[in-house]
């Protein structure tokens, strides 16, 4: 198949998430006070190698703008994240969340959703993660682990955001007797890793939207509300171009354009003790992503007789990771990536690369204060296939993230 329709099977009871359709009570109150908190991201960061320099390189994935966004040595501010709600009338709801970085400030999201649409329908507008995948929607004080899975900061995390881009998404709440949902997204195509656009000649000029993204989420009826398990899939393709140079002398010399498609798998299950704190409780996650990225010579200074000839890239990865809540607000985990299980590089010239793949396994143990505050130490090491020599590199991480201010609550 050209394009993989996917599927979201969520063993969870379908009233769990009817909440997400309904339309909210608002008071006029509301309308002039918005719900305001901050979180607060610090860490320390402490390797024996310089690890974004490396990702870099990393073979079938060597992009150098995987350089640019890293932590240093020591204490880091990975960001602070100011989250601004409210309903806006009966028809819709919005958010805003900006967020200050060392480096500057950036509108994370900025988004208008409707809540009284018809039928299930529900039309989301503005600035926004997409809502593919597991890890992808989440914010970074969400995420289980310090920092992303290897697939996805070697496909989509330049910054950390990983597919965050301006748009529109349409889903359709489906009104059968089991929870049934399907999304559609048109995205501007931002991602300088995996959508990049030069806007320029040689490439042909191509306006936006320039990307699209497709979910699906099934979500049957079971009787054990301790447990719950989510399987599903996804695919985006969206325009892409890239200007090389070969000879590493600082001078452009080959310019091509193309597609970039990525599809993938992905699934949750979730066990819920119910005893205080999540002590007890069980989440087992995964994910696995392909990526192809067929471009096209439109211009070669060295090699004329290159133009029309195409470069196809194929590679994939997965992770899987399994969190414990050993103690009341004590849990702990273990992450094992593997990207580069299909790695195929076919060059214009007519030759072609498969190198190995890249391996990398982190444990991770962190205490939650409360709701507002929690602290987490990791440890990471991982073996690394560059076109020379391998390299490993270990890092270790201590990370503390509070909340001013209680924070909306996140998807399943």
Request: aromatic share 14%; net charge negative.
């Given at each position: 198949?050209?394009?993989?329709?996917?599927?979201?099977?969520?063993?969870?009871?379908?009233?769990?998430?009817?909440?997400?359709?309904?339309?909210?009570?608002?008071?006029?109150?509301?309308?002039?006070?918005?719900?305001?908190?901050?979180?607060?991201?610090?860490?320390?960061?402490?390797?024996?190698?310089?690890?974004?320099?490396?990702?870099?390189?990393?073979?079938?994935?060597?992009?150098?703008?995987?350089?640019?966004?890293?932590?240093?040595?020591g204490i880091n501010m990975n960001e602070l994240e100011i989250f601004m709600s409210a309903n806006i009338d009966p028809y819709f709801k919005g958010w805003a969340i900006?967020?200050?970085?060392?480096?500057?400030?950036?509108?994370?999201?900025?988004?208008?959703?409707?809540?009284?649409?018809?039928?299930?329908?529900?039309?989301?507008?503005?600035?926004?993660?997409?809502?593919?995948?597991?890890?992808?929607?989440?914010?970074?004080?969400?995420?289980?682990?310090?920092?992303?899975?290897?697939?996805?900061?070697?496909?989509?995390?330049?910054?950390?955001?990983?597919?965050?881009?301006?748009?529109?998404?349409?889903?359709?709440?489906?009104?059968?007797?089991?929870?049934?949902?399907?999304?559609?997204?048109?995205?501007?195509?931002?991602?300088?890793?995996?959508?990049?656009?030069?806007?320029?000649?040689?490439?042909?000029?191509?306006?936006?939207?320039?990307?699209?993204?497709?979910?699906?989420?099934?979500?049957?009826?079971?009787?054990?509300?301790?447990?719950?398990?989510?399987?599903?899939?996804?695919f985006g393709r969206g325009v892409h171009q890239t200007i090389l140079d070969n000879d590493?002398?600082?001078?452009?010399?080959?310019?091509?354009?193309?597609?970039?498609?990525?599809?993938?798998?992905?699934?949750?299950?979730?066990?819920?003790?119910?005893?205080?704190?999540?002590?007890?409780?069980?989440?087992?996650?995964?994910?696995?992503?392909?990526?192809?990225?067929?471009?096209?010579?439109?211009?070669?200074?060295?090699?004329?007789?290159?133009?029309?000839?195409?470069?196809?890239?194929?590679?994939?990865?997965?992770?899987?990771?399994?969190?414990?809540?050993?103690?009341?607000?004590?849990?702990?985990?273990?992450?094992?990536?593997?990207?580069?299980?299909?790695?195929?590089?076919?060059?214009?010239?007519?030759?072609?690369?498969?190198?190995?793949?890249?391996?990398?396994?982190?444990?991770?143990?962190?205490?939650?204060?409360?709701?507002?505050?929690?602290?987490?130490?990791?440890?990471?090491?991982?073996?690394?296939?560059?076109?020379?020599?391998?390299?490993?590199?270990?890092?270790?991480?201590?990370?503390?993230?509070?909340?001013?201010?209680?924070?909306?609550?996140?998807?399943?």
């Amino acid at each position: 198949m050209k394009y993989f329709i996917f599927f979201y099977l969520w063993l969870l009871p379908a009233s769990a998430f009817s909440q997400e359709i309904t339309p909210p009570a608002v008071s006029k109150q509301g309308y002039f006070n918005p719900d305001i908190s901050v979180i607060v991201d610090t860490f320390y960061q402490r390797s024996n190698n310089d690890i974004t320099e490396t990702l870099s390189k990393v073979s079938g994935f060597a992009n150098p703008l995987n350089s640019e966004y890293g932590p240093d040595e020591g204490i880091n501010m990975n960001e602070l994240e100011i989250f601004m709600s409210a309903n806006i009338d009966p028809y819709f709801k919005g958010w805003a969340i900006p967020v200050l970085e060392p480096d500057g400030a950036e509108m994370e999201e900025a988004v208008i959703q409707t809540t009284a649409l018809p039928y299930g329908l529900q039309l989301k507008a503005g600035k926004f993660f997409s809502d593919f995948g597991r890890v992808n929607p989440q914010h970074l004080h969400f995420w289980d682990f310090s920092d992303l899975p290897l697939i996805y900061r070697l496909t989509l995390g330049v910054e950390a955001e990983g597919l965050n881009e301006p748009g529109v998404q349409v889903s359709w709440l489906v009104p059968t007797d089991f929870y049934l949902l399907t999304g559609l997204e048109v995205l501007q195509g931002t991602n300088e890793l995996i959508f990049n656009y030069i806007g320029e000649e040689p490439p042909p000029k191509k306006s936006g939207p320039r990307v699209l993204v497709g979910w699906f989420k099934l979500a049957p009826e079971i009787q054990d509300v301790k447990q719950a398990l989510q399987f599903g899939s996804f695919f985006g393709r969206g325009v892409h171009q890239t200007i090389l140079d070969n000879d590493n002398n600082g001078l452009d010399d080959q310019w091509l354009s193309g597609t970039n498609k990525f599809w993938g798998i992905d699934f949750v299950y979730k066990y819920d003790d119910t005893r205080a704190y999540r002590e007890g409780d069980i989440i087992v996650q995964g994910e696995y992503l392909q990526r192809r990225r067929i471009l096209e010579v439109a211009a070669d200074n060295r090699s004329p007789l290159l133009v029309g000839q195409e470069q196809d890239n194929l590679q994939d990865g997965y992770y899987l990771q399994v969190i414990y809540g050993m103690l009341p607000r004590w849990r702990i985990g273990l992450r094992w990536d593997q990207v580069g299980l299909a790695n195929r590089i076919e060059l214009p010239d007519g030759s072609e690369e498969s190198p190995d793949t890249s391996t990398r396994v982190t444990a991770m143990i962190d205490w939650s204060f409360s709701e507002y505050s929690r602290l987490r130490l990791q440890y990471a090491h991982g073996n690394y296939e560059l076109a020379g020599p391998d390299e490993k590199i270990s890092q270790v991480f201590l990370q503390f993230q509070v909340s001013l201010g209680a924070h909306g609550a996140h998807k399943f």
